[in-house]
């Protein structure tokens, strides 16, 4: 059995780390407040207004503005992988590099394959795990660091480039893996594609005969897509990263509760087997003093 000042020293140690997993938690507690409260306010309208865009792609003919619907051979790709720039939130970034690592080696293999596979990396941890893994793929890495301001304009410098991008035939498909927000205890890891803006398949009428949402633009059609489609596109990106956001503070404040709980356990392990270390002492010291009595006695 260890000896009573080891067990004291690792008493001690557990108790500064649970200090410190307590205080983790409720600083991801507070911060998951805000992060939640900006995500679940934005998520409804960004829902709704991706609906509505691939429902107007989907009724397009011909027109100038549908090129980001447009399907076309997947020559060159993007993956985008939006993971948190700190650890000690449990399986969380793992999970959405996980899914990213699927869409590289499932749906990209061929254009990996032919050297035309890009990476673009928000958070540090989505890059140190995929730049250790695939060392020859292009990464993108200039907007690593985007956590730091989520204000629209920034995020928007991300996915306006993405659009340039697809319409200029750098990339024929992106697709982004994220973490979506459920609660503080359930983050759901997305991979969704981005570009081309998948279209809506027509419903059908209670006549059976099928049918889709028609919409009246005013000013004209083209005008008024030419802004209102990159905008939709931009507003989408920002919910990714949002959700992402508050996935990483749910996640985080879940793990350190956690952990907490752990050391409050391993605690009372350890002051067991302090406990049993100081019985264990006394009664050799109790023994020690009634052989040297004993000893007298006989002599």
Do not use: W
């Amino acid at each position: 059995m260890a000896n009573l000042k080891e067990v004291r020293d690792r008493i001690k140690s557990v108790n500064n780390t649970q200090q410190i997993t307590r205080a983790m938690k409720m600083v991801s507690a507070a911060k998951l407040r805000r992060a939640q409260d900006a995500i679940v306010q934005m998520r409804p309208y960004a829902d709704k207004l991706n609906g509505m865009l691939r429902n107007i792609l989907s009724n397009l003919e011909g027109d100038v503005a549908s090129s980001l619907g447009e399907e076309r051979p997947v020559e060159k790709a993007c993956v985008v992988v939006i993971t948190s720039n700190r650890g000690l939130c449990g399986a969380f970034n793992s999970n959405i590099s996980k899914a990213a690592v699927r869409a590289i080696e499932e749906d990209f293999a061929d254009v990996r394959a032919r050297g035309n596979l890009s990476v673009l990396c928000i958070g540090k941890k989505g890059y140190d795990y995929l730049s250790k893994r695939y060392p020859d793929l292009d990464y993108i890495k200039d907007h690593v660091l985007l956590f730091d301001d989520l204000s629209f304009d920034n995020v928007a410098q991300v996915s306006k480039m993405l659009i340039r991008a697809f319409e200029q035939h750098d990339f024929d498909q992106v697709k982004v893996a994220y973490g979506k927000f459920k609660n503080a205890a359930t983050q759901i890891t997305m991979l969704e594609q981005f570009l081309p803006v998948e279209k809506i398949e027509a419903e059908e009428d209670a006549d059976g005969k099928n049918f889709s949402a028609d919409y009246i633009f005013e000013p004209s059609k083209e005008e008024l897509l030419e802004y209102l489609i990159p905008t939709i596109l931009q507003t989408q990106f920002q919910k990714y990263v949002l959700d992402t956001h508050a996935s990483e503070h749910g996640a985080r404040m879940t793990a350190m509760d956690k952990a907490t709980d752990n050391a409050q356990e391993l605690l009372r392990d350890l002051r067991i087997s302090y406990n049993k270390a100081r019985q264990e002492a006394i009664t050799n010291e109790i023994l020690e003093i009634v052989s040297g009595a004993a000893a007298l006695e006989n002599g």
